[in-house]
């Protein structure tokens, strides 16, 4: 399982950005899939989650809009994006995408679930 992170940099305060992360040797049955990210302040906050039912849930709730989705290439190799728009300094910090093994317990993961990590990519927003 590959997990490979693109996008990011530096942007102003209210600008947007889209960040991309290839999936590749994995079949997303049974499992999640997941943003995350580590800022200054805080410890690793979950940003959005597509569950196994592949509903996609939100889990930072703030002015900043974050829409997560997932682009198939082929059975075992997809794309995630997470688009962020009117960011601000407070989301400053390095983001990973993440992905499960089989949870094998009905829809929901658990943060410690998600064993396949992303390299991360940086984000800063100046003020």
């Known amino acids: 399982v590959q997990l490979v992170q693109s996008g990011g940099g530096s942007v102003e305060a209210g600008g947007s950005l889209r960040l991309s992360c290839r999936v590749s040797g994995y079949s997303i049955r049974y499992k999640c899939l997941g943003w995350f990210r580590q800022t200054p302040t805080k410890e690793r906050e979950d940003v959005a989650r597509?569950?196994?039912?592949?509903?996609?849930?939100?889990?930072i709730f703030s002015a900043t809009s974050f829409t997560m989705s997932k682009e198939s290439v082929d059975d075992n190799t997809f794309n995630l994006y997470l688009q962020m728009s009117n960011l601000n300094y407070e989301d400053t910090g390095v983001y990973y995408c993440?992905?499960?093994?089989?949870?094998?317990?009905?829809?929901?993961?658990?943060?410690?679930?998600?064993?396949?990590w992303g390299q991360g990519t940086q984000v800063t927003v100046s003020s």
């Open positions: 993440a992905a499960t093994d089989d949870v094998g317990r009905g829809n929901h993961c658990y943060t410690s679930d998600f064993h396949y």
């Open positions: 597509i569950l196994v039912d592949g509903t996609i849930r939100r889990g």
